[in-house]
């Protein structure tokens, strides 16, 4: 599963697949630059993926409780 990793608030999102450009699940990316936008590996263990703010949108373990 690919990640879409909101550099600016270190969010990780789920990338829509199949869909080109690096857009969100939760469309939560349409305001954002895509200069501050990357496109990571998902389940990268010590990625930065793994270090980011999951979106509680995009995860159901997302958010913070
Ligand atoms: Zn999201």
């Known amino acids: 599963m690919d990640l879409?990793?909101?550099e600016?608030?270190?969010t990780v999102h789920r990338h829509e697949t199949g869909?080109?450009?690096r857009q969100a699940v939760c469309g939560s990316m349409f305001h954002v630059s895509h200069?501050?936008?990357r496109v990571?590996?998902?389940a990268e263990p010590?990625?930065?993926a793994a270090s980011a703010?999951?979106?509680g949108?995009?995860?159901e373990d997302g958010g913070s409780y």
């Open 53 to 55: 703010t999951k979106c």
């Open 57 to 59: 949108r995009c995860f």
């Open 4 to 6: 879409v990793l909101n």
């Open 35 to 37: 200069d501050n936008l």
């Open 19 to 21: 869909r080109p450009g």
């Open 46 to 48: 010590g990625g930065e």
């Open 40 to 42: 990571v590996r998902g």
């Open 8 to 10: 600016v608030t270190n």
